[in-house]
């Protein structure tokens, strides 16, 4: 892994980022997808300025957390198994991923046991693909009812992943339904529900997502490059 083509990379993608959001948003948090890669590869991600990493499977975070732990805020992003949660309620910053009541209670029970408050995201399916995991946004509000007073989470916000498509005007459309959501929730303001995070946004949708101001954006393989 070449450091200063990692350097370059994430300096581009810090540029993309402050010209999408225009001033109109504050600049998103660029979270560095971590997947796949060593955590040799990843420590120097610290040096670059990166303060967050996204991980989406409980197996591969576990055998290389030891050595990220302290140095980066660690979150889970990827689809998690209730029987998964206990190998990373003590050890995780944040679970962006929560798409329903039963997964949410045992996040909170597991937490609640180790006497801390595990901040989450509502994981939203925009397009409503049902196998990709998120809920619809007709489900949101009464999944966010259901578990607001869970003493061992705190929802901090919306987590979405887009269709696979090179439809921009589709994903236009959808990050700002995200965005539109986001911001009617955050209105009403439901008693126990902050909505302060809005993630949104990978490697070739990241701009679009800065644009519907998107307060992280996750991106992996623009940031270590292609494979070879
Ligand atoms: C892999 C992954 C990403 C990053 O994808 P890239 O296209 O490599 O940027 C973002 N979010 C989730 C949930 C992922 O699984």
């Known amino acids: 892994m070449d450091m200063n083509m990692m350097a370059e990379r994430i300096a581009l993608i810090r540029n993309d980022l402050a010209a999408a959001s225009e001033g109109r948003y504050p600049v998103p948090e660029l979270i560095a997808v971590t997947k796949t890669h060593t955590a040799e590869e990843i420590l120097p991600l610290e040096q670059l300025g990166i303060k967050v990493i996204g991980e989406n499977r409980v197996q591969e975070l576990m055998g290389k957390i030891d050595a990220l732990e302290g140095r980066f805020g660690i979150h889970l992003i990827g689809r998690l198994q209730r029987n998964k949660v206990r190998y990373i309620a003590g050890r995780v910053d944040m679970i962006q ?3 329903s009541a039963e997964l949410a209670e045992e996040i909170s029970r597991r937490c609640a046991a180790l006497g801390r408050v595990m901040p989450v995201l509502v994981e939203v399916s925009p397009a409503g693909e049902k196998q990709k995991g998120g809920v619809p946004f007709s489900e949101t509000r009464p999944l966010l009812e259901t578990i607001r007073r869970f003493e061992g989470i705190r929802v901090e916000g919306l987590m979405a992943v887009m269709p696979q498509t090179d439809d921009e005007a589709l994903l ?38 800065a644009r519907h101001g998107a307060t992280m954006v996750r991106v992996g393989s623009a940031v270590f490059g292609p494979r070879n």
């Open 97 to 99: 991923s929560v798409d």
């Open 172 to 209: 236009d459309r959808l990050f700002g339904e995200t965005r539109t959501l986001f911001e009617h929730i955050r209105d009403e303001a439901p008693e126990g529900v902050a909505m302060r995070e809005l993630s949104m946004g990978m490697s070739g949708d990241y701009m679009i997502a």
